[in-house]
């Protein structure tokens, strides 16, 4: 278990770091994404051509082409808000929530174990579920209080609330997608690029699923009010 927690904890640090230098330097974050992008893409692929045959290249083309499309709209979304404090502030929040909703369901999971939540990831457990998403909930008086500080008009805490819950679940579904997909290939990681880690991929899977949806929240819901 602490392997695993400071495996998370390196990655934790690495992302938020990330995160914190782009408020000196945009550009790091353009180059980062597209790194990282380029990265997944390929681990991604990998795992659909080792899932699909050649019989089924139609589906396979399909998934390729939604993968290129979700990752270009997300790319558009962070390049038109780059130079956007409130956009970074948010873009912060956004990753801290996944973060904390990882580890807080490996160290509840890991504590209370219990029932299993599902057949796709026979570790994930349903008070590790619950952990996420307790985990994610205590940043939002911090967030509140920055928004305060920060803005005239601060965030709603109860929708803060429920950026963290929708932001947590979507995080908690993506790494399920990512782990249906390794187990429907029979691999246990997407890549070894990370030593002691797997692949990129196994790293971000539920961020690149959650970031854009709580983007588009705080873009079109909680701004609007």
Do not use: W
């Not at 390049?79 to 160290?107: E, P, Q, R, T, W």
Request: proline content about 2%; charged content about 15%.
């Amino acid at each position: 278990m602490k392997t695993e927690i400071i495996k998370r904890l390196i990655t934790s640090f690495f992302l938020v770091s990330l995160l914190c230098a782009v408020f000196i330097y945009s550009y790091i974050l353009i180059i980062s994404l597209i790194i990282i992008s380029i990265i997944s893409l390929i681990e991604f692929l990998g795992l659909i051509s080792k899932i699909f045959t050649k019989k089924k290249i139609k589906t396979k083309l399909l998934i390729k082409a939604l993968c290129l499309i979700y990752l270009t709209v997300f790319s558009v979304l962070t390049f038109n808000g780059i130079s956007d404090v409130n956009f970074k502030l948010n873009m912060i929040y956004l990753f801290a929530i996944c973060i904390c909703s990882d580890v807080g369901g490996l160290i509840f999971g890991r504590i209370f174990k219990g029932k299993k939540l599902t057949k796709i990831s026979p570790k994930k457990t349903i008070s590790g579920s619950v952990g996420s998403f307790i985990l994610s909930l205590i940043l939002v008086p911090f967030f509140y209080f920055i928004s305060n500080f920060l803005y005239q008009d601060p965030y709603n805490i109860f929708m803060l609330i429920i950026v963290s819950m929708i932001v947590s679940l979507s995080c908690q579904l993506g790494d399920l997608f990512i782990s249906l997909l390794k187990r429907k290939a029979k691999v246990k990681d997407t890549g070894d690029l990370l030593p002691g880690h797997g692949g990129v991929l196994d790293r971000i899977d539920g961020i690149l699923f959650a970031i854009p949806i709580g983007y588009l929240i705080f873009k079109f819901l909680i701004i609007s009010i």
